[in-house]
């Protein structure tokens, strides 16, 4: 489903009392999960994830991609349980690719995962430091699980955060609402295109 962009009427805009511009000098765009498994829920909002990318492309801020699979049903039997082996996305399967229509080039990394966080096991933080990213946006699927775990850790491993709204979505209103008083709240800088648009690009 898609976001709401910001206005002074939602319901997460009490928490929203926070305002900053990211950096585009060192500053990365982090893609979240954005495949072909989750497409009821990503599809809604591509338009506002490709808008999203090409705000960054133009400011010359970086583009990482991640995709959510398992090498073997093994891979973090807490998600099985939680969620049942069939909800697993091995790779190699259709189900495992990032979604048609998703703007990514041929020379954006893309980072594999095996639970929500893109941290855990990948790499990511000693990747982005090595670029000099201090800063991070987050876009892409499930706002609540993978997006929220990502920025949360992103945070409490010393990034600033930018979070989402229009280029973000989950199974439920309520859901997506919920972490975006959470990011408001005590983790993050709320963003859509609009305030992207103006904060990289001025």
């Known amino acids: ?13 009490e928490y929203n009392i926070r305002t900053r511009k990211p950096d585009p000098r060192s500053c990365a765009l982090l893609v979240i999960d954005v495949q072909n498994h989750f ?26 991609f991640t995709r959510h ?15 049942g082996h069939d909800s697993r996305i091995l790779d190699g399967s259709g189900e495992a690719e990032l979604m048609p229509g998703l ?3 041929d020379g954006d ?7 929500y966080s893109a ?6 933080e000693e990747r982005l430091a090595g670029m000099g990213v ?11 699980l993978c997006c929220e775990t990502t920025a949360r850790e992103a945070f409490v491993r010393g990034f600033r955060v930018f979070f989402s709204t229009d280029a973000t979505a989950t199974s439920s ?30």
């Open 109 to 115: 990394p893309v980072v594999r995962k095996h639970t």
């Open 134 to 144: 201090r800063e991070v946006i987050v876009a892409g699927v499930m706002t609540n």
């Open 1 to 13: 489903m898609a976001a709401k962009p910001l206005n002074p009427s939602s319901s997460y805009a």
């Open 173 to 202: 209103e309520d859901l997506h609402v919920a972490t975006l008083k959470n990011m408001a709240h005590g983790f993050a800088y709320l963003v859509d295109c609009e305030s992207l648009e103006k904060g990289l690009l001025g």
């Open 39 to 64: 497409a009821s829920m990503a599809g809604p909002i591509l338009p506002a994830l490709n808008a999203t990318i090409r705000l960054c492309r133009r400011a010359s801020v970086p583009v990482l």
């Open 119 to 124: 941290f855990r096991g990948t790499g990511m």
């Open 103 to 105: 703007d990514r080039g």
């Open 69 to 83: 699979c398992d090498a073997d049903p093994s891979d973090y039997p807490s998600l099985a349980e939680w969620w």
